[in-house]
């Protein structure tokens, strides 16, 4: 069973950093896309970033671009989302997802794409 747990929340002021890290464990896939997504209060779930194994291809959302980095870690199973020139509007719980492969089509920051799901992390982005 596919398990996916995030970590590296926290409290930080606007302009600060933030690394979070998603660990997987329970598959054996060769192939597979890791993406962030973010829910903060009273707004809809938002896709951050994804990458994929195969190639190391990286997707971004605009809001993001140029501040968050994400990367895999070759000798663990899983991602990181290095989070700079943080901004009270990235305030929001931080979810890591996985898929396994992708099609021709892949919608990398969509929600229906991703079959597993972690249990979030919080960042607090506030002076």
């Known amino acids: 069973q596919v398990q996916l747990v995030e970590s590296g929340g926290g409290l930080v002021q606007p302009g600060g950093s933030l690394r979070l890290s998603c660990e997987a464990s329970g598959f054996t896939w060769d192939y597979f896309a890791v993406g962030w997504f973010r829910q903060a209060p009273g707004k809809e779930r938002e896709g951050v970033s994804c990458i994929v194994s195969s190639d190391g291809s990286t997707y971004y959302a605009d809001s993001v671009k140029g501040r968050f980095t994400i990367s895999r870690d070759n000798a663990k199973i899983g991602a990181y989302l290095e989070m700079n020139s943080l901004k009270p509007e990235d305030t929001a719980v931080y979810y890591c997802?996985?898929?396994?492969?992708?099609?021709?089509?892949?919608?990398?920051?969509?929600?229906?794409?991703?079959?597993?799901w972690g249990q979030g992390t919080q960042v607090t982005v506030s002076s």
């Open positions: 997802a996985m898929r396994r492969g992708i099609s021709y089509n892949f919608a990398a920051l969509k929600e229906y794409e991703y079959s597993y």
